[in-house]
């Protein structure tokens, strides 16, 4: 079992809708999640940090976090065409104490 | 700050070539890590350095790898000899503390061919 995994998708969405993008991991040491976004032939851009159970609010992005079900996710409200990119959940791997990365969710939004 | 900046951002070169890959860090992060992005692997951590100096390179595939870290402000990691199967995209990172409060600041990688 991968440390943190995602859907490889593609998620396909409507311009406008919401996308939601989900993330499970296995180290329960973990205490603080990352939502990445990397476009094609482009390094990943830190979107938003998560270190609590609960929603966090940031724009039209809202990442959630629930420690006892080991989920997160990451709900992109509104979305636009250029929301569309891979998204990369990453969390703190306490034994190497580094981030692990998931393999990433491919969103396309359809204008 | 211009980022991280890593170089050559392509790299074409033929098995049992040496390769080099360069990294310059944000002044001011401790923490600089490389990583390696394939579509089969996803990004895959293989080794970090905390104020110059190698912590874990448990992610090292083999003993062609190897990374140096000489001062805060470069660092290299070379493949010797290098495979078709070491073809991927090389990415450094460097942040303040393991984690980073912040989050990790990628450079633009170096897209790595062995042909």
């Known amino acids: 079992q991968k440390e943190v995994e995602q859907n490889s998708g593609p998620l396909s969405v409507p311009e406008g809708a919401i996308a939601s993008l989900n993330c499970t991991y296995s180290?329960?040491?973990?205490?603080?999640f990352f939502w990445y976004r990397q476009y094609s032939g482009k390094s990943p851009e830190l979107i938003m940090s998560?270190?609590?159970?609960g929603d966090k609010e940031d724009g039209r992005f809202t990442a959630q976090l629930n420690k006892a079900s080991q989920y997160v996710s990451l709900l992109i409200r509104d979305s636009q065409p250029s929301d569309s990119a891979t998204y990369l959940c990453a969390g703190r791997n306490t034994g190497r104490r580094a981030l692990t990365f998931g393999s990433g969710t491919r969103l396309q939004v359809q204008p | 700050d211009a980022g991280v900046i890593q170089s050559p951002r392509h790299e074409v070169t033929e098995m049992g070539q040496e390769v080099t890959l360069r990294c310059k860090p944000i002044s001011g992060h401790d923490y600089l890590f490389w990583y390696r992005q394939t579509m089969m692997r996803g990004l895959e951590l293989l080794i970090y350095?905390?104020?110059?100096?190698?912590?874990?390179d448990s992610g090292m595939p083999e003993d062609r790898f190897s990374a140096k870290m000489p001062n805060a402000s470069f660092s290299t990691l070379k493949i010797q000899p290098s495979e078709p199967r070491d073809s991927a995209v090389y990415f450094c990172?460097?942040?303040?503390?393991?984690?980073?409060?912040?989050?990790?600041?990628f450079g633009s990688g170096t897209r790595l061919t062995v042909v």
């Open positions: 350095f905390n104020n110059n100096v190698p912590i874990d």
């Open positions: 990172a460097s942040s303040l503390g393991p984690y980073g409060t912040y989050g990790y600041t």
């Open positions: 998560i270190y609590s159970n």
């Open positions: 180290d329960r040491g973990s205490q603080s």
